[in-house]
């Protein structure tokens, strides 16, 4: 059993590195800088175990917080947590901020300073028991290697001009790298490229990086690309790069190496390429032109270049087609280990549509739920306490997410859920059909089908009127249908115009956005509307991929053909169970879907949102 120290365990790579070691039977020590910020790793963890992944429950102490901070002497640790520590066998520093704006100071108290202090460290392992590995995470841009790290002037006087962030990381790498030479212990630098999300469902935490690039993107800055067809931006998956820190700890006989982790660049978009992708998923004209990396770095450092707000440090990651990486050493690893080292191409739409939802809105996280995908849809994923029932899947409608349905769906404690994102909603990617609403039938019954057992489905209003078509045509796969204010006749014609609905949606802001929803009857009165909801409505709306799902829904919710194919037979009507609010004035519920399973009660169309303990009563009335 190896007893490994990691830093950095609560940022992007750290955590999920941790999560990898989680799943082998290591000691793992993590330094984090609160017990709060432990907490969070821990349910994190759990959430993993109870969700039937590999690994063990964290009460078993196998890993376990050690309280500091990278910028402070010996890290900050009290006397026992420095004993734990100096029993480790491998090192992996994954520590430091992913902020390019950094300071001079900051940067050096975080990079520099804090290799002096793992230096420190490894010095007292190694002279004490022997250290067996020290993993250092860097970055792809480092110009220090094995051959040149010995003679660094000309290397650190060419740095003057970068960032400071960027030049103490370099610094950082080349104190470690002589260090390990001094002290003679292995020493395996990892230089990652930009790292995206999850190649299984794309969601990236870090919006640094390429969310910068989406941003702006989404602000229609990016009509001229950065470098064109001449450069490119290397990427590499964040579950990828966590597998392969992993393996290198499981090393028993390490050399010190350098590995390169980036995707190659036969198998890479230009930049022209990849903002056209961007651009597809989140709705904007795609690019027509580029403009010289140096010249455009020069604008973004003038105070016209400020007021954009981009950065010209993010620059720094964009490469010339002609620079070349050496990527033996880290593809013989990948082979040894049987590792994927590829961008998922098909998963990219969901990393964009992940980082549009992020950059957003201010708070994403969904405490107690796992974020996934199933079929093309993100979802929001918990395992209950009875796993012998089916698994709830929940379907949100109109201005609205996945996200709005959390207060419903923890009203089911025992039961496993799943609340999906609808194609071009929270954090899907739009589904790109000419028909909006057969796109979006037939991704929610990809998603269904991706359940091994029946689902019981409950859907709200657009969510509703999909869930009916899904029932229709995958009555095998759904163990209860539960409509909720169905949207099963037309909305008012004042939507029919897309154009028109965009233009409506851009310039809504709280006060007239609850004006509306009162208007429309989807709440009874200003005190039913949950503040929240108006928060992730409005942060929604900012982007352009949503304002233009939303107001493609709202038109083809106008016409006829929407609804008219849905013909609800015997056995729908049999089994579906409706709950109708009597105080909706913009829809009804059409007389050929009313059946003995009909409830009408008392509320507004929005009464799942305003009030979910209420409608999880009349559900578990129902059957649920």
Not at 298 to 321: C, T
Not at 343 to 355: G, K, R, W
């Amino acid at each position: 059993m190896t007893h490994i120290f990691i830093t950095g365990g609560t940022g992007f790579i750290g955590s999920q590195t941790l999560e990898q070691l989680f799943r082998e039977d290591h000691t793992v020590s993590v330094l984090v800088r609160s017990k709060a910020r432990w907490e969070q790793i821990r349910k994190q963890l759990d959430r993993l175990s109870s969700n039937g992944r590999e690994g063990s429950n964290v009460g078993n102490e196998r890993i376990s917080p050690v309280i500091g901070d990278l910028s402070l002497p010996c890290l900050g640790l009290s006397a026992s947590d420095l004993a734990l520590v100096l029993k480790a066998d491998v090192i992996i520093h994954a520590g430091g901020p992913m902020d390019i704006r950094i300071g001079e100071s900051e940067a050096r108290a975080v990079f520099l300073q804090a290799a002096e202090e793992m230096l420190n460290l490894a010095s007292q392992i190694q002279t004490s028991k022997g250290l067996q590995h020290f993993i250092h995470i860097v970055g792809f841009k480092s110009p220090f290697t094995a051959d040149n790290f010995h003679n660094p002037a000309p290397i650190i006087a060419s740095l003057e001009q970068d960032s400071p962030y960027e030049r103490m990381k370099i610094l950082a790498d080349l104190r470690i790298r002589q260090g390990a030479q001094q002290l003679n212990f292995p020493l395996s630098v990892v230089h990652p490229s930009v790292l995206i999300g999850s190649s299984e469902h794309g969601d990236t935490q870090q919006t640094g990086g390429l969310g910068i690039l989406v941003r702006a993107t989404a602000r229609r800055l990016m009509s001229i690309t950065p470098g064109g067809n001449s450069h490119w931006l290397p990427l590499f998956h964040i579950n990828h790069a966590a597998e392969f820190i992993s393996a290198l700890a499981k090393e028993s006989n390490p050399v010190s190496q350098t590995y390169y982790l980036l995707n190659e660049k036969k198998h890479s978009p230009s930049m022209t390429e990849l903002v056209s992708v961007i651009a597809k998923e989140l709705r904007v004209s795609k690019p027509w032109g580029a403009i010289s990396p140096k010249l455009l770095s020069k604008v973004l450092g003038s105070p016209l270049g400020r007021k954009i707000g981009i950065p010209k440090e993010s620059l720094d990651f964009i490469v010339d087609v002609n620079q070349a990486y050496p990527l033996t050493a880290a593809q013989d690893m990948q082979r040894k280990y049987g590792l994927e080292h590829a961008v998922n191409a098909s998963i990219m739409p969901h990393t964009i549509s992940d980082l549009d939802f992020r950059l957003v809105h201010s708070h994403p996280q969904a405490e107690g739920y796992l974020r996934g995908k199933r079929g093309p849809l993100a979802t929001l994923e918990r395992v209950g306490s009875d796993k012998g029932k089916a698994p709830i899947l929940f379907v949100h409608g109109t201005l609205s997410g996945a996200d709005c349905l959390l207060p419903l769906a923890e009203q089911f404690p025992e039961s496993s859920v799943c609340l999906v994102d609808l194609p071009g909603f929270g954090r899907s990617p739009y589904h790109h059909r000419p028909d909006v609403i057969e796109g979006h039938i037939e991704s929610l019954v990809q998603a269904i089908r991706s359940f091994e057992t029946p689902v019981t489905l409950v859907g709200h209003s657009l969510g509703g009127l999909l869930a009916a078509h899904a029932y229709a045509r995958v009555p095998e796969q759904i163990h209860r249908l539960h409509l909720l204010q169905p949207a099963l006749c037309s909305v008012l014609r004042r939507y029919r115009s897309a154009r028109i609905n965009e233009a409506a949606l851009r310039m809504l802001r709280a006060a007239s956005l609850r004006k509306q929803l009162l208007a429309q009857s989807c709440f009874t009165d200003i005190s039913d509307i949950p503040p929240a909801y108006v928060t992730y409505v409005l942060a929604e709306l900012q982007s352009p991929r949503v304002r233009k799902t939303t107001a493609e829904t709202l038109s083809a919710l106008t016409r006829a053909e929407s609804f008219t194919q849905l013909q609800p037979d015997a056995q729908l009507l049999q089994e579906a169970s409706i709950l109708w609010g009597t105080q909706d004035r913009a829809l009804h519920l059409p007389e050929r879907f009313r059946s003995a399973r009909t409830v009408e009660i008392a509320a507004a169309h929005h009464f799942p949102i305003s009030h979910p303990s209420l409608t999880a009563q009349l559900l578990r009335q129902q059957g649920l």
